[in-house]
C-alpha cells in the first residue's frame, strides 16, 4: 500500500493511493490495483506548430509556444532539448523535468539565443508566455529518420538553472524522410 500526494503547477493538490497485492500463483505475478485516484488534466504549457522534422531538407523550423501562465511572469526560462527521452528525467528542487539529459541538453544551453534556438533563453512577458524557436539549416541526414527530439522548458530565478522551480510538459518531435 503507498499512498503519495501530487501537486502540479497549478495550486490543486491530488491524493493518489495505490495497492500493490502479490499473487501466490507459480508465475509470481504482481498485480497492481489502483484507487483513490483523481486524474490530472493535460497541461498544454509548451506548444510547437511543427511535431516532425524531414530529416533530408534544409531549413527545418518550429516554433515553440510557452505559456506558464501569470503567476509565473517575469521568471527566466531556458528551452532544453534530449535526444534520449523524458524518461526518468531530472529533479531539481523538488520539481520534475521530464528530459533526460545528455550532449544534445549541454548543446541547447550553448546554443541558446543563437541562430539555431532563437528567443530559446530569456523572461516570459507579463501573462507567463514567450516564444522560442528551433531551426535546423542543415539536413540532419537519413541516420535521424525515425528518431525523436524532446523538448521542454524550466523557470527559474538565479544567475543558473538550478534549482529550478517549473518545468514544462515535453513535446516530441519526430524525424521523418
Known amino acids: 500500500h503507498m499512498t503519495g500526494t501530487y501537486t502540479p503547477a497549478t495550486t490543486d493538490i491530488y491524493n493518489i493511493t495505490i495497492y500493490n497485492h502479490r499473487a501466490d500463483s507459480h508465475q509470481d505475478l504482481l498485480q ?3 484507487d483513490d485516484i483523481t486524474l490530472v488534466p493535460q497541461v498544454t504549457d509548451l506548444t510547437a506548430d511543427n511535431l516532425q522534422f524531414s530529416a533530408s531538407l534544409a531549413g527545418e523550423q518550429a516554433r515553440f509556444d510557452l505559456d506558464a501562465g501569470p503567476t509565473w511572469a517575469g521568471w527566466k526560462y531556458i ?3 534530449s535526444r534520449s527521452g523524458n524518461h526518468p528525467g531530472v529533479t531539481s528542487g523538488g520539481v520534475w523535468l ?4 545528455d550532449p544534445i541538453t549541454h548543446k541547447s544551453i550553448s546554443l541558446a539565443n543563437g541562430s539555431r534556438l532563437p ?6 512577458n507579463a501573462s507567463g508566455s514567450a516564444m522560442a524557436g528551433l531551426v ?3 539536413p540532419m541526414g537519413a541516420n535521424w529518420v525515425g528518431r525523436e527530439l524532446n523538448v521542454a522548458y524550466i523557470l527559474y530565478q ?11 510538459m515535453p513535446v516530441t518531435i519526430l524525424f521523418i524522410p
Do not use: D, E, Q
Request: net charge positive; hydrophobic share 45%; charged share 5%.
Open 136 to 138: 535546423f539549416p542543415a
Open 79 to 81: 528551452v532544453l532539448l
Open 158 to 168: 538565479g544567475p543558473g538553472f538550478k534549482p529550478f522551480s517549473y518545468a514544462s
Open 119 to 124: 528567443h530559446s533563453k530569456a523572461t516570459l
Open 98 to 101: 521530464p528530459l533526460n539529459v
Open 32 to 34: 497492481n490495483y489502483i
